[in-house]
């Protein structure tokens, strides 16, 4: 079973970028770019816009697509995962939804962080990360 998703990559006017803490599985308790599962007669536009509010609390725009990856889930699911550029239109961030955590992160604390598997190379690979 394919499972098409999506996640919002968003930066702050420092250039953090918007991180959570998954409280839920898959990767509960590690650091990721907001985001999940496209809802049925959703495209990924809107559910963009309505994970990243109901994680983080933040409105967003959601931007281009910045690149995708295939990671496989529970019971032999595979998540196609679908990051797009967001831009911040309102809202107050904090942790909602499934997000044990949500917080703006700078290079260096990122790089500390206990992340999902694979993030940052793919984070590097499309040059949101140098």
Same mark, same amino acid.
């Given at each position: 079973m394919r499972v098409r998703c999506v996640g919002g990559i968003v930066r702050d006017g420092e250039g953090r970028l918007l991180m959570v803490r998954r409280g839920r599985p898959p990767g509960a308790g590690l650091w990721s770019i907001p985001g999940g599962r496209v809802e049925p007669g959703e495209d990924d536009a809107a559910a963009v816009v309505r994970e990243l509010f109901e994680e983080t609390?933040?409105?967003?725009?959601?931007?281009?697509?910045?690149?995708?990856? $295939?990671?496989?889930?529970?019971?032999?699911?595979?998540? $196609?995962?679908?990051?797009?550029?967001?831009?911040?239109?309102?809202?107050?961030?904090?942790?909602?939804?499934?997000?044990?955590?949500?917080?703006?992160?700078?290079?260096? $604390?990122?790089?500390?962080?206990?992340?999902?598997?694979?993030?940052?190379?793919?984070?590097?690979?499309?040059?949101?990360?140098?």
């Open positions: 609390g933040l409105r967003v725009a959601a931007g281009p697509l910045v690149g995708s990856v $295939e990671r496989p889930g529970p019971d032999g699911a595979v998540y $196609e995962i679908h990051d797009y550029a967001a831009t911040v239109t309102g809202g107050t961030l904090r942790a909602g939804d499934d997000a044990a955590d949500a917080r703006w992160v700078g290079g260096a $604390e990122l790089a500390a962080l206990p992340v999902t598997p694979g993030l940052l190379e793919a984070l590097r690979s499309w040059g949101v990360l140098a």
